[in-house]
Structures are given as C-alpha cells and as structure tokens.
C-alpha cells in the first residue's frame, strides 16, 4: 500500500511538472524569421537573448521549454545564418543558437494574439562560410571624420564596414511615391521632456528633419505636421494621415524618467496603439498624452482610446510596421555606439496614433534624462543614425508588404 501511495505521488509530481512546461513544437524559416511554435503560451519576458562573440551568435534561453523531438531543428538553413541550431540546452531550458558572422539589430517579437508563437527576425544582409564578403554587396559609403593622416582614415573606414548591413541589389526597390507622415512631437508652449537644460520637442524636430530627408531620397513623398516650433492641438495630430491618405504614419519623441531613476533608464522603444496592462507602458503613454488631453474628461479619454482600438487603426499592420523600424534603427545605431539599449517593440493607449485608418507608429527615440544618453541624441550624426533606421524601417515594412501582395 506505501508503495502504491509513493508511487501515484511521484506520477502527480512527474504530470504537474510537465504541465507547467511549454513543448516547442515546430521551427520554421519563413519570410527571413525563424518562427517558433510552442504548444502553449508562455511568458515572453522570461526568453533569456544575449549575444557572443568568435564567432558573432545570436542566443536565446527559452526556460520552462522542451523540445518535442530532436526533429525540430532539422532542416533548419537560411543564406542569412551560417548555421541555425535548436537543442535541450537544460532538463527544462531549450537554447537556439544562430551564427550570423557579425551583429545586427535582432528583435525578437510574439505575433499578437499569438501567444504560442515566438518569431526571431534573421539579418537583412546574407553571409558566406568564410568571414569575407563579396565587394559588390557591401555598402561602402561610411561616414569618417577628417583627417590628416590618409592611412588612419583608410583603418576607420574598414572598420566601419564591418558594421554595416550590406543589401543585396534589388532587396530594397525605390518608392513609388507614397506619401509618408511625420509627426515631431511637442511643440511651442509644450516643451515636452527637459533633461540637462535641453527640450524633447527641439530633439524631435531636429530628427524628424533628417528622417524627412532620407525618405524623400528614397522616393517618397513627406507631409510633416511641423517644421517650425509651434503647437499642434490634438485634432490636426491625430487625422492628418487621414486626410492627406497617407500610407504611414510616424511620431517622434524622446523618453524621460523621474530624477531618481534618470541614471538608469535608457533604451530606444516602438510603440504602436493598443491597450495595455504594462505598467511601463502606461507610464510613457500617460506623460506624452498628458499635454493634449489638458483639460479633456477622463470619460472621453477613455472613449476615444477604445473606439480606436477597436474600430481604428490597423493594429495588426502597425505591429508589423514598429517591428522593421525598431530593427533597422538598433542595426544603425549599435553599428557605431556601444551600448545602446533595445526597449523592444511595445504597445500603448498613445492618443497621438488614435483615429489614422493606416499603419501609425510612435518612436522613443532615447531618454533624454540618462545623461549619456542625452549627450549621443544631441549629436548630429547619432541623429542622422536615428533618422536613416527610420527610413530603412518604413521602406522595409512597404517592400515586404508589396511583396505580400505579389505573392
């Protein structure tokens, strides 16, 4: 009789632990992702992502996860990665590994309202066995301060293009003339966020400047809501991609924290609209809407949000969108600063992006309270980093979606 007793104890204990323990079902590469499947959902925030180096490797613990099968990872080949692995790196620990020869900006995301499903972007650029690659696919404009000594200036410019993501020809296909709307926040008597003596709205603007310039070399039309320091009242903000039938919309901000938290938060983050429980989340939302709702009802706030939510934007499609754009801006920036935070791509109540019928996106550029922080978003070429990422996003979220239609 004990050792039925034990017995049934230990087939309890053995089905309670399974239960709690996500199963990776399939992998697969598809549009230039690995797309993960498990058999239930899973909390994304406890995916361990880190990167090694000699060689350059992607990595990502998955905890409370098991491998349905040493079949998963089969088959698994992209001439994006010099390989793909998947394994039981621990009784209860899957790790995937991708080794891609050298860094770029990997945002990791879970579709929406799919909570079993884990997608891991792969380069834009494609890589060899060996280390070298091919002249023609290289982008070779890099940017070099001058200098005296043509030799030094010759070793900056090699190592700069160890950085920089080369397009195969043809990948990225010049606009059609699609027109784009670009938001720089705050304005006039709305400073927005203050840190060290210099103002969010100034930033923006700055920014917003230099992204309107590369879009237009890259074929598209640009409407921006403001190119001066003046104020836009809510209104004019949030249906002016609608009137002008824009293709996309895209505000541009910079982050702030309280003084005692100023040293530590930092980071670049894409916001599209959406409600939220993310306390963060909320936080950002509640401070850039805290200057257009001056004076408005909470009721209508609270309207206004959830009809758009519900019957506005395409929430969807704006995922999609603050994804390639998140992207594309880590791959610039990280190619010339160290350290630059990945805040992910996230989803907030942001009244700026309530009522355009399109794609709309907010951009964190940074905090302008970290100091050091601070000190790169004032420089104009972090700026023009900046900027060229959010360019490279749009275009990349346009080509893909024609690609779709195609197809």
């Known amino acids: 009789m004990k050792r039925l007793v034990l017995l049934l104890l230990w087939l309890c204990s053995t089905t309670i632990l399974f239960a709690s323990v996500a199963v990776l079902q399939k992998a ?189 070399r890259k074929g598209y039309r640009v409407y921006m809501t403001r190119r001066t320091d003046k104020f836009l009242k809510l209104p004019q903000r949030t249906r002016i991609a609608d009137r002008k039938d824009a293709r996309i919309f895209v505000s541009i901000h910079a982050n702030s924290v309280p003084k005692r938290k100023r040293n530590k938060a930092q980071g670049i983050e894409t916001f599209y609209l959406q409600k939220t429980r993310d306390a963060k989340s909320q936080r950002i939302a509640a401070r850039e809407n805290r200057a257009v709702l001056k004076g408005a009802g909470t009721s209508l706030s609270k309207k206004v949000i959830i009809d758009s939510v519900l019957n506005g934007p395409k929430i969807i499609e704006s995922n999609k969108l603050a994804i390639d754009v998140q992207r594309h801006i880590l791959a610039n920036v990280r190619a010339r600063y160290r350290g630059v935070v990945d805040g992910g791509v996230r989803h907030a109540p942001f009244w700026v992006l309530v009522g355009a019928s399109r794609p709309s996106i907010l951009v964190e550029v940074g905090y302008i309270s970290h100091p050091r922080e601070r000190k790169r978003l004032f420089d104009p070429k972090y700026q023009e980093l900046i900027a060229k990422g959010i360019a490279d996003g749009i275009q990349s979220y346009l080509n893909n979606r024609e690609r779709e239609i195609e197809l």
Request: glycine letters at 8%; proline letters at 5%; one cysteine or more.
């Open 28 to 216: 697969e590469i598809k549009n230039n992702e690995l797309r993960l499947k498990f058999d239930r959902g899973y909390n994304k925030g406890d995916i361990r992502h880190f990167t090694l180096n000699h060689p350059y490797r992607e990595i990502f613990d998955i905890p409370n996860a098991r491998l349905k099968s040493s079949r998963v990872s089969r088959g698994l080949k992209s001439s994006h990665c010099r390989s793909i692995r998947i394994s039981q790196y621990k009784s209860k620990t899957v790790r995937v590994v991708l080794e891609t020869g050298r860094g770029y900006g990997c945002t990791p995301y879970r579709p929406l309202f799919a909570y079993n499903s884990y997608h891991i972007p792969l380069p834009p650029f494609k890589v060899g066995k060996s280390v070298k690659h091919t002249p023609k696919r290289i982008k070779t404009k890099v940017v070099v301060t001058r200098s005296k000594h043509p030799k030094k200036t010759k070793k900056v410019a090699s190592k700069s293009n160890a950085y920089v993501i080369d397009t195969p020809k043809n990948v990225y296909r010049r606009g059609k003339g699609e027109l784009i709307v670009i938001d720089a926040g705050h304005g006039g008597h709305d400073s927005g966020a203050i840190g060290g003596g210099k103002m969010e709205k100034t930033l923006v603007l700055q920014i917003a400047k230099r992204v309107e310039k590369h879009l237009r």
